[in-house]
């Protein structure tokens, strides 16, 4: 297997402050990263996809002036709630994707946000 | 990528096989069967994954049906902590695109 690391495993914050997210590839590189949101009895959806050194791709719906991403190196990738609102509270999930002989994501495990 | 079709939750007595199926009928020749768990307020965790032939490893089988139309996962000695959410992905691999969940199915482990 693999290891991926998030940091904080859970915040709490006031309306209208910002929130960084930590995802961390700990034994291996990767240059493509990907977040996740889940909301409570819901799957996973993704959000965006971090590529190493470029821009993020984001998924229809999501802002991307709201959730910024930034990946600078193969081995961490960090998502930025700006101004949060309580409707952003939710679950987030990073993942990175391990190359070999055949593709692998290992996710990271997630970030309970909650904004008052 | 492929659609998947999973029951929405199945009960299995601790220490008995689980035997998880799923359908993906459109499957392409180059896509890949994944299996993943979701063990409550965690993220996804990797179980297993296959393109045709049945693979094995310390924590699942994976059959696959030689049309690769259906795929069961086997959990040969459920314990109670494999209560879980449990997502098949079909998805093309070495593709670089994330994985998409369904909604996968909620397996619960009764003692």
């Known amino acids: 297997g693999a290891v991926v690391s998030q940091h904080p495993s859970w915040v709490i914050c006031k309306s209208g402050t910002s929130v960084k997210i930590e995802c961390r590839s700990l034994d291996f590189q990767a240059t493509t990263m990907f977040w996740y949101r889940q909301f409570p009895k819901q799957s996973l959806m993704l959000m965006a996809t971090s590529n190493e050194g470029s821009k993020a791709t984001y998924e229809q719906g999501v802002e991307k002036d709201k959730f910024l991403i930034n990946h600078a190196s193969l081995t961490l990738s960090t998502l930025t709630v700006t101004s949060a609102h309580p409707e952003d509270s939710s679950f987030y999930i990073c993942s990175a994707l391990k190359q070999g002989v055949t593709d692998t994501q290992y996710f990271g495990p997630g970030t309970r946000l909650t904004v008052l | 990528d492929a659609k998947t079709t999973q029951p929405p939750s199945m009960d299995c007595a601790e220490g008995r096989a689980a035997n998880l199926p799923c359908n993906h009928s459109?499957?392409?020749?180059?896509?890949?069967v994944y299996w993943y768990r979701q063990i409550h307020s965690q993220g996804p965790q990797y179980i297993i994954h296959g393109l045709k032939n049945n693979e094995t490893n310390e924590m699942a089988s994976l059959i696959i049906t030689e049309d690769r139309k259906s795929s069961t996962l086997i959990l040969p000695h459920a314990t109670l902590r494999d209560t879980a959410v449990y997502y098949c992905?079909?998805?093309?691999?070495?593709?670089?695109?994330?994985?998409?969940f369904g909604k996968g199915t909620s397996l619960l482990v009764t003692p």
């Open positions: 992905i079909v998805r093309v691999d070495n593709s670089g695109y994330a994985l998409n």
């Open positions: 459109t499957i392409s020749g180059n896509e890949y």
